[in-house]
C-alpha cells in the first residue's frame, strides 16, 4: 500500500484546511485509516481514523467537533477537514493504514499501522 496525503499548507487561525489521503494498492476491503500529526521536538500523535467497512470515526479530545474525516469508497481516499484551526494544529499530518480491525481504543497507537504517507505540513499562523 502506498499513501500519498496532500492539502496542507499556510493557514490563518480560525480558518480551514481539507487533507487528503489517497491509497493505492489496497488490496483488503477492511481495516482502519487514521490521521496522525507531529510538530517540532514532540511526539507524533493520534488526531483521527475511521474504520473502512463500518465508517465509525474516532477522535482526539483535541480535534472533537473541529475535524471531521470521511473516506471516498470509489477513490480510495480519506480527507481529513480541519475547521477553527488554532496555532497548536500546525504539525506535520501524515495518514496511516492497516488491514486490522482492533478494538476502538487502540486505533490512537502508531504502531498499530502497517503503512505510513509521507506527511504533508500545516501551519496556522495566529
Known amino acids: 500500500v502506498q499513501l500519498q496525503a496532500s492539502g496542507g499548507g499556510l493557514v490563518q487561525a480560525g480558518g480551514s484546511l481539507r487533507l487528503s489521503c489517497a491509497a493505492s494498492?489496497?488490496?483488503?476491503?477492511?481495516?482502519?485509516v487514521g490521521w496522525f500529526r507531529q510538530a517540532p521536538g514532540k511526539e507524533r500523535e493520534f488526531v483521527a481514523a475511521?474504520?473502512?467497512?463500518?465508517?465509525?470515526?474516532y477522535y482526539a479530545d483535541s480535534v472533537k467537533d473541529r475535524f471531521t474525516i470521511s473516506r471516498d469508497n470509489a477513490k480510495i481516499t480519506v480527507y481529513l477537514q480541519m475547521n477553527s484551526l488554532r496555532s497548536e494544529d500546525s504539525a506535520v499530518y501524515y495518514c496511516?493504514?492497516?488491514?486490522?480491525?482492533?478494538?476502538?481504543?487502540?486505533?490512537?497507537?502508531?504502531?498499530?499501522?502497517?503503512?505510513w504517507g509521507q506527511g504533508t505540513l500545516v501551519t496556522v499562523s495566529s
Open positions: 496511516a493504514d492497516t488491514p486490522q480491525t482492533w478494538n476502538s481504543g487502540s486505533v490512537r497507537y502508531p504502531n498499530m499501522y502497517a503503512y
Open positions: 494498492g489496497r488490496t483488503f476491503d477492511s481495516g482502519t
Open positions: 475511521i474504520r473502512w467497512r463500518s465508517y465509525s470515526t
